[in-house]
C-alpha cells in the first residue's frame, strides 16, 4: 500500500492507530478532525511480539495521543497495548514526532545502518589483509552476538565486566578511533535529515518510483563475500536453527 492516503468518509466515530510515526508526523495521511489519532509501537519486531505474547510475556510499547476528539484516546491506546502484552513488560508515553526521529536514527547510525557497515568494514579489512574469511566471519559477525546479548541483558558495563581484561582495554582505547569525531558528525547530519522530512521525502519518491534504487541495492548486498561464507559457516551449526527468529516460508 502506498504510505499516502486520505481517511475514508464511510469510518464513523473510529479511531486511527498507528505502530510508527512517520505518515502522522511528516503529514502523509491527514486523518478527519473528529477521528482519535493514536499509536501503539511495539519495541520489537513482529515476530518477537507475537513469541513474547504466547509465553505469557510481552515487549514494552510506546503509546502516544496526536488526536483526542472522544477523550477516550489515551485510554485506547494503554488498553490495546496491554492487550498485545506491552503492560507486562512497560507502556512508554511519548509523541508521534519523538518516536518517529528516534526510530529512523536509531535504523539507519546504530542498530542496522551503522552495525553492518561496521560488520562488513571489519570483515573486508582482515580479508583485504589476507587473513581467511572464515576467521574474518568469525570475529566481526558471529561472535556480536554474544557482545550484544550481554549489552542487551545489563548494559555497557555488564558486558566490559563480562568480557577479558584485554579486550575491555582495546574496547576503551581503540573504540572512538573507529567511531570517532567523523562518525558523530555524520550522526549530525543524518538525524538533520530525519529531523527536516529529506528522509521522508527521498524514500517516498524511492516507494512511487518503484523501488528501482532499493532492490538494486538489496542485490549488490546479497552478493557480498560475507554473506556467502556466513551461510556455508552456518551450515555447521544446526543449532541457529533450532529456533529461528525469521522463518522466510511463512513471512
Given amino acids: 500500500m502506498e504510505p499516502t492516503c486520505h481517511t475514508r468518509p464511510a469510518l464513523r466515530r473510529a479511531a486511527l492507530m498507528f505502530a510508527h510515526g512517520l505518515n502522522i508526523h511528516f503529514n502523509l495521511i491527514e486523518p478527519r478532525a473528529d477521528l482519535d489519532v493514536l499509536m501503539v509501537a511495539p519495541k520489537g519486531p513482529g515476530h518477537t511480539v507475537r513469541s513474547e505474547y504466547k509465553r505469557g510475556g510481552g515487549v514494552p510499547c510506546l503509546v502516544a495521543v496526536a488526536r483526542n476528539p472522544s477523550g477516550n484516546a489515551h485510554d485506547l491506546a494503554l488498553s490495546y497495548g496491554a492487550a498485545i502484552g506491552g503492560g507486562r513488560a512497560g507502556l512508554i508515553e511519548t509523541t508521534f514526532r519523538e518516536e518517529c526521529e528516534t526510530d529512523l536514527f536509531g535504523e539507519q547510525v546504530v542498530l542496522c545502518g551503522g552495525l553492518v557497515e561496521l560488520i562488513r568494514g571489519g570483515f573486508d579489512t582482515l580479508v583485504e589483509a589476507g587473513y581467511a574469511p572464515e576467521m574474518a566471519y568469525f570475529e566481526c559477525l558471529h561472535e556480536v552476538k554474544l557482545i550484544v546479548d550481554l549489552i542487551y541483558e545489563g548494559g555497557i558495563a555488564n558486558m566490559r565486566y563480562s568480557i577479558s581484561n584485554t579486550a575491555e582495554y582495546g574496547d576503551m582505547t581503540r573504540g572512538k578511533r573507529v567511531v570517532g569525531p567523523a562518525s558523530r558528525q555524520a550522526m549530525k ?6 529531523q527536516s522530512g529529506k528522509f521522508a521525502n527521498e524514500w517516498i519518491g524511492e516507494y512511487r518510483a518503484g523501488l528501482p534504487h532499493f532492490r538494486e541495492l538489496r542485490k ?31 513471512n
Fill in 189 to 194: 547530519d543524518l538525524l538533520a535529515d530525519i
Fill in 220 to 250: 549488490e548486498a546479497e552478493k557480498h563475500q560475507l554473506e556467502e561464507v556466513g551461510r556455508k559457516l552456518r551450515s555447521f551449526m544446526p543449532w541457529l536453527a533450532s529456533d529461528r527468529l525469521v522463518d522466510k516460508a511463512r
